[in-house]
């Protein structure tokens, strides 16, 4: 939660951070804690959003149009409660959702073989093409750095030793806790310490009251509440959308449906319970490709991808029959965190967003001590400290040159499945087992369409462009 | 150097050093997988050579702003790009652009550079006082580690007062010591 207080810092961050506490811990706790942590960062993104203006994370920016204009009425704690509520809400809808879609997983497994791996690996990192903020080259040119990295170290199907240069540590490959803890805590502290001043740009004036009237404005516009969960389930399941569409789009349809839609951005309450309940929502959609098949639908399921497997897990369509157990935690944790997280949030919202105000420069060293002592903590080894320096700069100058982190991350996460599985069908099939496998080919067929998408729809805009002029 | 259009010919920045490292680890790892088997060597030889490629091209646009309208597809954005129709204007999300100091101070281009070259410098002081900080834990206990390098870095990049420093640096230490001695009973 306090991470989602802190612009800048989110899900991803959490998650890198506390990966090295979850080490030697129970697996149903690790998984305890880092759900626990990952299902609080939405609503606590909105604390920041509501009070001023300043989204703690990107899935929470709609949040802010009418959200600050109730602070600035003074009905702050109004806005809080609404927003606390249908977050609430909204994830234990995205919890029931998951609950009802995952036994399909124990059908699927049956179903896939080493083609349907390399495929789902695939569809994984065509991803990168639908995430990609910005230039999409830059984000493919990221894909290669991540999957390259990918095949350091040993490499059981062929029994080699790559990219290892004479150090025993680089044998297992690049771990990815440090790894990750370099790409996004050691990565944003630098900036935060590089950009100065405070997180916070306006101040709310302490005043948080009418918490109630916001929990009860949910149940009047129960309907909207109901529509915006499913939207935001809907945008979950889909990988690569996330967070910060599901907001939007939530936003969106809530202004679309209204017959006064000139109310919002007015500090509307509407427009408060429309986005929290589609972020929240989205999160137990986000789940399933994560859960079922493997896929990390967002930067933050990558990381949760990544800890699944450090804690020994294997996420796809063999962790509902291996492990169902794990699966019940991950999501009465997921529906628990919501609920005590917004209870948190209602008592002590005021005291919680005054970490926005603590000037950067004395956050970042703090922040740069717990990465940097984080990724020691796992092994104990020199080299993990290192390795996340590393990925720290060289996530700063993607950062500030364009280049998408996130790919880096699914093609570190997905690399070493896609290699195996990949020399594996070909020693098994040949490369014709690629597409003789009907779900093989189905998945091949989605992956084509999701990479070519972005293009057919510039060479669309051109020629409308060119038919108007 | 300008051309007729007014654009610099040759632009030679920080992207266009950060293009030629990457493009550099591409090719080393493409050269360095040639002397593993032919199976081992396939996946990361294809990637290197294709990155190195992509990022030759990604240089070119880099290093010569003119090229870029001959090569648009590497502007071209992912699906995302439009995704905030319904975002008011001046609202960015965070981590939704890379916006920096420099972009928000309305620095004109000529102005950016030393600026630039100032922020390059700063981040090269803060990644050798975690190099020190990393020196530190290799040789002392990382309670000595960590209070040295919060109270040297507050003190002298943060330039904010000893005691201020000091209070700091005892505040972390706390919190560290409860963090991993005392809950986690971590043996570091």
């Given at each position: 939660m306090l991470f989602g207080i802190l612009p800048g810092l989110g899900g991803p961050q959490v998650l890198a951070l506390l990966l090295p506490i979850t080490y030697g811990m129970d697996v149903n706790l690790a998984i305890v804690l880092l759900v626990g942590a990952m299902s609080s960062i939405a609503f606590g993104g909105s604390i920041p959003a509501i009070l001023i203006n300043t989204p703690g994370t990107g899935q929470s920016a709609a949040t802010c149009f009418d959200g600050f204009p109730l602070a600035q009425q003074g009905k702050a704690g109004m806005a809080i409660g609404a927003a606390a509520t249908a977050s609430c809400l909204g994830a234990i809808f995205g919890a029931l959702v998951l609950t009802m879609i995952l036994p399909i997983g124990r059908w699927v497994v049956l179903a896939f073989s080493y083609p349907e791996y390399f495929m789902l690996a695939l569809m994984g990192l065509s991803v990168i093409a639908v995430v990609s903020r910005g230039s999409l080259w830059k984000g493919l040119i990221a894909a290669c750095l991540g999957l390259i990295l990918s095949t350091m170290g040993y490499d059981p199907v062929t029994g080699s030793v790559r990219f290892t240069f004479g150090s025993d540590y680089l044998w297992d490959g690049i771990r990815l806790m440090p790894a990750f803890i370099g790409l996004f805590a050691v990565g944003e502290s630098l900036d935060l310490f590089l950009k100065r001043g405070k997180i916070a740009q306006i101040d709310y004036g302490g005043k948080i009251g009418g918490v109630t009237e916001g929990i009860m404005a949910v149940f009047r516009h129960f309907g909207l509440?109901?529509?915006?969960?499913?939207?935001?389930?809907?945008?979950?399941?889909i990988p690569g959308v996330g967070g910060a569409v599901s907001n939007f789009l939530a936003y969106g349809h809530a202004v679309q449906v209204s017959k006064d839609p000139e109310r919002f951005g007015t500090g509307d309450i509407r427009g408060v319970i429309a986005p929290e309940a589609g972020n929240d929502a989205k999160d137990g959609g986000a789940l399933v490709p994560t859960l079922i098949f493997g896929i990390p639908g967002s930067l933050e399921m990558a990381v949760f991808l990544g800890a699944l497997i450090l804690l020994g897990l294997e996420p796809g369509p063999r962790l509902m029959l291996d492990n169902?157990?794990?699966?019940?935690?991950?999501?009465?944790?997921?529906?628990?965190?919501?609920?005590?997280?917004?209870?948190?949030?209602?008592?002590?919202?005021?005291?919680?967003?005054?970490?926005?105000?603590?000037?950067?420069?004395?956050?970042?060293?703090?922040?740069?001590?717990?990465?940097?002592?984080?990724?020691?903590?796992?092994?104990?080894?020199?080299?993990?400290?290192?390795?996340?320096?590393?990925?720290?700069?060289?996530?700063?100058?993607?950062?500030?040159?364009?280049?998408?982190?996130?790919?880096?991350?699914?093609?570190?996460?997905?690399?070493?499945?896609?290699?195996?599985?990949?020399?594996?069908?070909?020693?098994?099939?040949?490369?014709?087992?690629?597409?003789?496998?009907?779900?093989?080919?189905?998945?091949?067929?989605?992956?084509?369409?999701?990479?070519?998408?972005?293009?057919?729809?510039?060479?669309?805009?051109?020629?409308?462009?060119?038919?108007?002029? | 150097m300008p051309n007729k259009k007014g654009e610099k010919r040759i632009t030679l920045n920080d992207a266009v050093l950060f293009d030629l490292i990457i493009m550099s680890f591409f090719l080393l790892l493409a050269v360095v997988s040639l002397d593993y088997n032919p199976r081992a060597r396939s996946i990361p030889l294809?990637?290197?050579?294709?990155?190195?490629?992509?990022?030759?091209?990604?240089?070119?646009v880099d290093v010569l702003p003119s090229v870029r309208s001959k090569l648009r597809f590497i502007s071209q954005s992912g699906l995302l790009a439009g995704e905030s129709k319904f975002q008011p204007k001046g609202l960015v999300p965070p981590g939704a652009e890379a916006v920096t100091e420099l972009d928000q101070a309305g620095l004109s281009s000529d102005e950016k550079e030393p600026a630039k070259v100032v922020e390059w410098w700063r981040l090269t002081r803060v990644i050798l006082w975690l190099v020190g900080f990393i020196v530190l834990l290799a040789f002392t206990h990382y309670l000595i580690a960590v209070g040295a390098f919060v109270i040297s870095v507050t003190k002298v990049e943060a330039k904010e007062s000893w005691k201020r420093a000091i209070a700091l640096g005892i505040c972390v230490n706390?919190?560290?010591?409860?963090?991993?001695?005392?809950?986690?009973?971590?043996q570091l």
């Amino acid at each position: 939660m306090l991470f989602g207080i802190l612009p800048g810092l989110g899900g991803p961050q959490v998650l890198a951070l506390l990966l090295p506490i979850t080490y030697g811990m129970d697996v149903n706790l690790a998984i305890v804690l880092l759900v626990g942590a990952m299902s609080s960062i939405a609503f606590g993104g909105s604390i920041p959003a509501i009070l001023i203006n300043t989204p703690g994370t990107g899935q929470s920016a709609a949040t802010c149009f009418d959200g600050f204009p109730l602070a600035q009425q003074g009905k702050a704690g109004m806005a809080i409660g609404a927003a606390a509520t249908a977050s609430c809400l909204g994830a234990i809808f995205g919890a029931l959702v998951l609950t009802m879609i995952l036994p399909i997983g124990r059908w699927v497994v049956l179903a896939f073989s080493y083609p349907e791996y390399f495929m789902l690996a695939l569809m994984g990192l065509s991803v990168i093409a639908v995430v990609s903020r910005g230039s999409l080259w830059k984000g493919l040119i990221a894909a290669c750095l991540g999957l390259i990295l990918s095949t350091m170290g040993y490499d059981p199907v062929t029994g080699s030793v790559r990219f290892t240069f004479g150090s025993d540590y680089l044998w297992d490959g690049i771990r990815l806790m440090p790894a990750f803890i370099g790409l996004f805590a050691v990565g944003e502290s630098l900036d935060l310490f590089l950009k100065r001043g405070k997180i916070a740009q306006i101040d709310y004036g302490g005043k948080i009251g009418g918490v109630t009237e916001g929990i009860m404005a949910v149940f009047r516009h129960f309907g909207l509440f109901l529509r915006c969960s499913i939207v935001g389930v809907l945008v979950g399941i889909i990988p690569g959308v996330g967070g910060a569409v599901s907001n939007f789009l939530a936003y969106g349809h809530a202004v679309q449906v209204s017959k006064d839609p000139e109310r919002f951005g007015t500090g509307d309450i509407r427009g408060v319970i429309a986005p929290e309940a589609g972020n929240d929502a989205k999160d137990g959609g986000a789940l399933v490709p994560t859960l079922i098949f493997g896929i990390p639908g967002s930067l933050e399921m990558a990381v949760f991808l990544g800890a699944l497997i450090l804690l020994g897990l294997e996420p796809g369509p063999r962790l509902m029959l291996d492990n169902p157990e794990v699966v019940l935690v991950l999501i009465y944790t997921l529906v628990a965190g919501n609920i005590l997280v917004a209870l948190i949030g209602l008592f002590g919202a005021g005291f919680l967003v005054k970490i926005t105000y603590i000037p950067t420069h004395l956050l970042a060293p703090v922040i740069f001590m717990l990465a940097l002592m984080g990724a020691y903590l796992s092994h104990g080894m020199l080299a993990d400290v290192i390795v996340a320096l590393i990925f720290g700069v060289l996530a700063f100058a993607m950062k500030r040159f364009d280049f998408s982190r996130i790919a880096v991350v699914i093609a570190i996460v997905l690399g070493g499945l896609a290699q195996k599985t990949f020399h594996q069908t070909l020693m098994l099939w040949g490369f014709k087992g690629f597409f003789i496998r009907p779900i093989s080919l189905g998945l091949f067929i989605i992956t084509v369409a999701m990479v070519l998408i972005p293009y057919g729809r510039t060479m669309l805009l051109r020629r409308k462009t060119s038919n108007a002029a | 150097m300008p051309n007729k259009k007014g654009e610099k010919r040759i632009t030679l920045n920080d992207a266009v050093l950060f293009d030629l490292i990457i493009m550099s680890f591409f090719l080393l790892l493409a050269v360095v997988s040639l002397d593993y088997n032919p199976r081992a060597r396939s996946i990361p030889l294809a990637l290197g050579i294709v990155g190195s490629v992509m990022m030759f091209l990604q240089f070119l646009v880099d290093v010569l702003p003119s090229v870029r309208s001959k090569l648009r597809f590497i502007s071209q954005s992912g699906l995302l790009a439009g995704e905030s129709k319904f975002q008011p204007k001046g609202l960015v999300p965070p981590g939704a652009e890379a916006v920096t100091e420099l972009d928000q101070a309305g620095l004109s281009s000529d102005e950016k550079e030393p600026a630039k070259v100032v922020e390059w410098w700063r981040l090269t002081r803060v990644i050798l006082w975690l190099v020190g900080f990393i020196v530190l834990l290799a040789f002392t206990h990382y309670l000595i580690a960590v209070g040295a390098f919060v109270i040297s870095v507050t003190k002298v990049e943060a330039k904010e007062s000893w005691k201020r420093a000091i209070a700091l640096g005892i505040c972390v230490n706390i919190g560290f010591y409860l963090l991993f001695e005392v809950i986690l009973q971590a043996q570091l």
